[in-house]
Each structure stands twice: as structure tokens, then as C-alpha cells.
T-cell receptor, first 111, second 116 residues
Framework: QKEVEQDPGPLSVPEGAIVSLNCTYSNSAFQYFMWYRQYSRKGPELLMYTYSSGNKEDGRFTAQVDKSSKYISLFIRDSQPSDSATYLC???????????FGTGTSLTVIP | GAVVSQHPSRVICKSGTSVKIECRSLDFQATTMFWYRQFPKQSLMLMAT?????????EQGVEKDKFLINHASLTLSTLTVTSAHPEDSSFYIC????????????FGPGTRLTVL
């Protein structure tokens, strides 16, 4: 079983739609949860990170963590064509520094 | 925010040659840097963890004699792919540990290696 599972998509939505991206994980030691956005042939850029369970909002983006279910989500409101990218979830226990990544979900927002 | 650069951004080489990729943290010191490989439509696979002044720690299945990592300073780590073969063609990404908070990693823009 992989440490982190993420549906690779692809996901295609119309502009203005609400997008929901999800990851599940198996290691209960994970404490920090990140979402990265990666444009084609570029390095990942950090969108948001959350510590432990709860919600975090930043503009059109909301990250949710449910540690009891080992499930994390990223919501994108009012999606824009510029949001078209691959979204990677990542998590770490905070010790040893190793990050565990999901496979990434490819998102296309159609104008 | 912290910036990490990689050079070159793209390299094409013949089979059997060696290729060096540089990773630099531009505005912060990074005690730890990481090297990842990413195949098309796949996630980042950690290859090795590089600590300044010490030997790199390689993940299982990664040949340390083929992928030589040197972390000579707090702002520079290099990955050398020795005797490259077509199956080594991939997107190589480095990241640098900021040492802040949960040890946030800042990623470089990646290097696309094509071995003919």
C-alpha cells in the first residue's frame, strides 16, 4: 500500500466551478499536510500547508485535514483557467524531513 | 519567499556520458537538500537526501555510484548522473530545506534530462 493515494484524474471543469481534490494516507504519524501546484515542466510551488486536523483558507483555496479518517482535501472556488495545473498533496511527520507525495491530480479549467 | 535555482534547465546528452546538475538556494542557507526524479504523469520520487558536509542518504533502489551527490556548501548541492543511459531520461527536481517550522521544502524549477 502506498503511503499516499491520490486520484490522478484528469479532472476537467468549467471556469467558475468549485474544484475538490483529495488524498488519503496510511501513516498516522503524518502531522503536516501540504498542497503543491505544478505547471508543466516546472518545479512544484507550495500553495498551502496545514498542521494536524482542521481547515485553512487562503483566498480561493481551502485546505481541510481529517486525521481521524486520514483524508485531506483542497477546494478551489471560482476556478480560473490559470488554475490549470497538476496538484500534488504531500505530507510529513515533521521529523526526518522526508516528504511523501501523492501522484498528483491533473486539472484543466475550461474558459 | 525562498528561491531555489537549478542549472541547467534542460540537457540532452549521448548515452555513456556524465551529466552534472546544480541546485542552489539563492537567499537562504540549506543544511539539507533533496533530489527527486519525476517521470511523466507520475509523482516525485525521492532519490536521496543531501546534508552539507556529509555523505548523501540514498533511497532504496537508487544506485549511489550512478547518481553522485555532493553538498559542498550550505547553498549548493550537485547531482551527477554517471554513464547516463536512455532509461535515466527524466525530470530531476531538487528542493532545499529552509530549516523553518516543519522544515518546509522549497523546490527548484527542475532539470529535464534526455539521454539519446
Amino acid at each position: 500500500q502506498k503511503e499516499v493515494e491520490q486520484d490522478p484524474g484528469p479532472l476537467s471543469v468549467p471556469e467558475g466551478a468549485i474544484v475538490s481534490l483529495n488524498c488519503t494516507y496510511s501513516n498516522s504519524a503524518f502531522q503536516y499536510f501540504m498542497w503543491y501546484r505544478q505547471y508543466s515542466r516546472k518545479g512544484p510551488e507550495l500553495l498551502m500547508y496545514t498542521y494536524s486536523s482542521g481547515n485553512k483558507e487562503d483566498g480561493r483555496f481551502t485546505a481541510q485535514v481529517d486525521k481521524s479518517s486520514k483524508y485531506i482535501s483542497l477546494f478551489i472556488r471560482d476556478s480560473q483557467p490559470s488554475d490549470s495545473a497538476t496538484y500534488l498533496c504531500a505530507m510529513t511527520s515533521g521529523t526526518g524531513n522526508q516528504f511523501y507525495f501523492g501522484t498528483g491530480t491533473s486539472l484543466t479549467v475550461i474558459p | 519567499g525562498a528561491v531555489v535555482s537549478q542549472h541547467p534547465s534542460r540537457v540532452i546528452c549521448k548515452s555513456g556520458t556524465s551529466v552534472k546538475i546544480e541546485c542552489r538556494s539563492l537567499d537562504f542557507q540549506a543544511t539539507t537538500m533533496f533530489w527527486y526524479r519525476q517521470f511523466p504523469k507520475q509523482s516525485l520520487m525521492l532519490m536521496a537526501t543531501s546534508n552539507e558536509g556529509s555523505k548523501a542518504t540514498y533511497e532504496q533502489g537508487v544506485e549511489k555510484d550512478k547518481f553522485l551527490i555532493n553538498h559542498a556548501s550550505l547553498t549548493l548541492s550537485t547531482l551527477t548522473v554517471t554513464s547516463a543511459h536512455p532509461e535515466d531520461s527524466s525530470f530531476y527536481i531538487c528542493s532545499a530545506d529552509s530549516g523553518q517550522g516543519y522544515n518546509e521544502q522549497f523546490f527548484g524549477p527542475g532539470t529535464r534530462l534526455t539521454v539519446l
